[in-house]
């Protein structure tokens, strides 16, 4: 029974089998590998052919590369991609995940336009066309803004802004290979500072400012970031602009070794440094330059009545002017010429790339002047495309931009969300803008001027020749011109806000009708502008002689939290928007509380028989509101028959009077708050309960300004 070879007849029958089994699967597997190899021939042979990925399926064909990120922290996104023809030849051959890099697809498109829609959890969709010919596409990254505005760069500005001479750098740093945060990266600036990023690849870094005041004329100081991880190729990130603000970077390294070296000096200090022309091109892309604005002004001839005519109508009242929703963007540029397309949101575009034009550490009135330049310049060319691949270039051979965000120029662009310039009041203008456009040449500054055309004259600017008619511009006198002549002056624009007090609007209309005097060129007028509420407006607090409803202490309500009993509501006639007094609203931190402040302004005291009435049919509520902080919202709370209802939260903008406005028959601007509210205005009549001023916790005073709370009919 133990005799071990007894079993040995019974068991061979198996082991046979087994063996046959074995060898006629061989035979099978050698036979399907055959079988796909001379199936999958030809497509091997075409993507040889055509220098394309396996997803090609004929030689015509091209491979899409897709990437989808967070377009404030650049966070890979796992999205829908979805890709739809838009004309007969165009087919979507395969649409498939890459797994190797997070958030990336390729597409296999025949010849053709495409449209592409993309859309994630917790981010607005986006949408872009794409057109496929015999080239090979290029890399295209899609940057999706998160739904929620993030309130983290404002609150880093806030950390800067209470020291004086502090700057703040963040970001987040990735293996540019697989889309992943890079945790443990090193970071160092040339002032001696380190850290490393965290397992979200995120890093913060301070940095101090010169202790003596730059004069006001002055670029700003400058540092070199450098970045660096195990088994990548490092980078640093030379002069960097110091500005008592924070600047948030998206910083990819490529595998390898070694440090990859770029200059981020701005603009007009690299341009200054070498002494060359504010605006350098290749002679290609200045003779395409120039015929674009030739084919901007050719239909608006300024020897023709009719387009004064229309400039001058276009005062009366402003446009409404369709504004792109996202913008091609050509990047890693030489002149016009780009290796890859990124496509942003556009007024995302405005916020991120206004800083590499207009210095971030001007006056809020410039910066956002700027904005409406750099905007409608951007709009002009989503109209009127480079080329088929991308609208606009990410070099000074366009407009320089950069996916760099700085507190600063993201809030001039909101501040003037939409607003752009135009000719005919149908479409953007061509708005050109340059560094220094006073009409003369100081022969002892040593730098290069632009404009061949200098009849305007010292203290003028203008280029006749060019359809530019010269302009009085006192505050570039004794400049030397270091720039074109035509459109806006962007250091002009700072010396009008910083030292003469004008506003965005005022600006923008000096530099572009002449303050409404229209002439050739000179002749476009500012559209989608919500300068304030129109006709219909009642006012219901002006502030001229009292604090009117608004006699309550910011405390007084039960439902403040974060302020101490210090914080005041009083009249002011130093700061004003409209008349000669507004409500100054000084709110001061309870250092007892670590909660977000939230601040109940209460109008007639919190009782509804104190309020005029508001009438919810074509009702809107609006207020004009300045800050010196930045960080902070504002909301509205109205009495409603079923409860109190509260509005949405609007941010306020550092430094500028805004004008915010609330509708009452719009159930997207209200959300239930108090008693059996709903989220909805119901009665055809409420009052005004309150203003809500909000925003994080801080330990230093901010002071509010209110002016002309109103209905608008």
Not at 652 to 674: F, G
């Amino acid at each position: 029974m133990n005799d071990p070879h007894s079993s040995s007849p019974r068991r061979a029958p198996t082991w046979l089998a087994i063996l046959a089994l074995l060898l006629a699967g061989a035979v099978f597997a050698a036979q399907w590998v055959r079988e796909r190899a001379a199936a999958n021939a030809p497509l091997a042979a075409s993507a040889a052919a055509s220098s394309q990925h396996p997803l090609g399926a004929v030689s015509s064909d091209r491979l899409l590369r897709i990437r989808v990120r967070d377009s404030v922290d650049g966070g890979a996104l796992d999205a829908n991609v979805s890709v739809h023809p838009l004309d007969a030849g165009a087919q979507v051959r395969a649409l498939a995940a890459d797994p190797s890099v997070r958030g990336a697809r390729s597409a296999a498109l025949a010849a053709g336009e495409y449209e592409l829609r993309i859309g994630a959890a917790g981010h607005q969709r986006l949408s872009t066309r794409v057109r496929i010919d015999a080239a090979q596409p290029l890399p295209l990254t899609m940057w999706l803004p998160p739904t929620v505005a993030s309130d983290a760069l404002d609150r880093l500005a806030l950390k800067a802004a209470a020291c004086a001479r502090c700057a703040v750098f963040s970001g987040r740093v990735f293996d540019a290979a697989s889309g992943e945060p890079l945790a443990g990266a090193r970071v160092r600036s040339s002032q001696g500072r380190r850290t490393r990023s965290d397992r979200d690849g995120y890093f913060e870094l301070p940095a101090q400012l010169p202790v003596e005041a730059s004069a006001a004329d002055a670029l700003p100081a400058t540092l070199d970031l450098t970045v660096e991880s195990p088994g990548h190729r490092g980078r640093v990130f030379a002069g960097l602009p110091l500005l008592n603000d924070a600047r948030a970077l998206i910083v990819d390294l490529e595998p390898g070794q070694g440090l990859t070296r770029s200059d981020r000096r701005h603009v007009q200090q690299r341009a200054r440094a070498s002494a060359d022309l504010q605006r350098p091109m290749p002679a290609a892309d200045a003779a395409q330059a120039r015929a674009d604005a030739d084919a901007a002004a050719r239909p608006l001839d300024p020897t023709r009545p009719a387009t004064v005519a229309r400039a001058q109508a276009l005062a009366a009242q402003s446009a409404n002017v369709p504004v792109p929703a996202s913008i091609r963007v050509g990047t890693n540029c030489s002149g016009r010429s780009c290796s890859s397309v990124s496509v942003y949101a556009f007024e995302d575009y405005v916020g991120r790339g206004l800083d590499e034009e207009w210095i971030a550490s001007w006056n809020p009135q410039s910066l956002a002047a700027g904005a409406v330049a750099y905007r409608s310049y951007a709009a002009y060319y989503v109209a009127h495309p480079i080329n088929g691949r991308y609208d606009i270039c990410a070099s000074t051979s366009c407009q320089a931009f950069d996916g760099d965000s700085v507190s600063a120029t993201v809030a001039a662009a909101a501040a003037t969300r939409g607003v752009v310039l135009t000719r005919d009041g149908a479409s953007a203008a061509f708005s050109e803008y340059s560094s220094e456009n006073n009409a003369w040449d100081d022969p002892s500054d040593g730098l290069s001027c632009v404009n061949t055309d200098l009849s305007c004259g010292n203290g003028r600017n203008g280029s006749p020749r060019n359809g530019w008619p010269c302009l009085s511009d006192e505050v570039g006198r004794g400049r030397g011109c270091f720039g074109h002549g035509r459109g806006m002056s962007q250091w002009g624009t700072q010396r009008w806000a910083a030292n003469n007090g004008r506003d965005w609007r005022w600006i923008a209309n000096h530099y572009f009708n002449g303050n409404n005097a229209p002439a050739g060129q000179r002749n476009a007028y500012l559209a989608n502008d919500g300068a304030g509420p129109g006709p219909g407006a009642v006012v219901l607090d002006d502030f001229e002689t009292g604090v009117g409803r608004f006699d309550s202490a910011p405390t007084y309500s039960g439902s403040t939290v974060g302020i101490s009993a210090a914080s005041l509501a009083q009249r002011d006639c130093a700061t004003r928007r409209n008349g000669a007094c507004s409500l100054r609203v000084l709110l001061k931190d309870d250092p007892g509380v670590a909660s977000a402040w939230s601040v109940r302004l209460l109008s007639g005291g919190g009782t509804p028989a104190n309020n005029v009435e508001l009438i919810r049919a074509g009702g809107k509520v609006g207020l004009w509101i300045y800050t010196g902080g930045s960080g902070l919202r504002a909301a509205l709370s109205v009495d409603d028959s079923d409860g109190t209802e509260r509005s949405v939260e609007r941010a306020i903008p550092a430094n500028q009077w805004t004008y915010l406005e609330w509708t009452l028959a719009d159930d997207a601007h209200w959300n239930a708050w108090a008693g059996a509210s709903n989220g909805r205005i119901d009665a055809a009549g409420v009052r005004l309960d309150a203003v809500w001023l909000l925003r994080e916790q801080t330990s230093f005073d901010v002071n509010l300004y209110l002016d002309d709370v109103q209905i608008v009919h």
